[in-house]
C-alpha cells in the first residue's frame, strides 16, 4: 500500500544567501501492514508488519539534506494521518545568533566610539560615523572585533578598539591624548580605567596594516 506525505515548498531566497528555505515534496513510501486478526491466517504466519513511524519519516527527511548545501534549511511534513512531523538544520539557530551578537556589538562600539566626539576634528564630523562603520568593516578587523574574551563589562573587543582608535589619531584634536580620550570613553572612572593604557598601543600587524589601507584610501 502506498501512502503519501505531503510538504510544503516556500522558496525564500538560495542556500548560498543563509536563507531559510522551506521545501514543498510529495513522495510516495511503500507500507506494508495487515490487520492484526489477519496474523491468525496461516498464510500469514511468516510475515513481518512493516508500519512507518516518526523516526522513520525523519530519517527519510534527513536522507533528502544528504550531498546538499542546506545549512540553512527546514521541512514540514503532514503526513495522510494529519502528523506534522518537522526536520530542520542545527546551523539555522547558532547563525541567527551571531548575527544578532554582532548586530548588538556594532551598536555598543558606534555608542562607544561616539563619545569622543567632542574631540572630534572639524573636518571629520559630519562622516565620522560613515569612517567607523568603514573601519569596522575591513575583514581584518571584523574578524577580532566583537571578540571581548575576558574583559569585563563590555560587549566587544574593548582593548583592539582602543589601539584602533589611537592608530586613527587623525580623526581627533592634538591635544586629545589617552588621558582625555579615557575620560571621555569612561566616565565613571576616568584616567584610572585600564582602557588608557590601551589607548597607547597600536593592533596586531595584520590589523594595523588593514587599517592603514584604510586611512590612505579614506583620510588621505
Known sequence: MSKKIEIEKEVE????????????????????YWHPMSLK??????????TMNDNHVNESLRG??????????QLNVLTGDGILVSYGSSEKGK???DAKAQKEGKEAIMEYVGRLRPVVRDQYLAQYDH???GILEISQVKAEIFKKGKQQDTTFNRNLLAKIIHQVAILYVPTAN???????LEPEKGVDHPVRQQLGEMPDNNIKKAVEGFIQANLL
Request: no cysteine; net charge positive; aromatic share 6%.
Open 13 to 32: 531566497g538560495s542556500p548560498s544567501e543563509g536563507v531559510l528555505i522551506r521545501m514543498n515534496i510529495i513522495i510516495s513510501v511503500r507500507i506494508n
Open 41 to 50: 491466517n496461516k498464510n500469514h504466519k511468516n510475515k513481518k508488519v512493516k
Open 64 to 73: 533528502l539534506f544528504e550531498g546538499g548545501n542546506f545549512a540553512n534549511a
Open 95 to 97: 547563525k541567527d545568533d
Open 131 to 133: 569612517i567607523w562603520e
Open 178 to 184: 589617552n588621558a582625555v580620550m579615557t575620560t571621555h
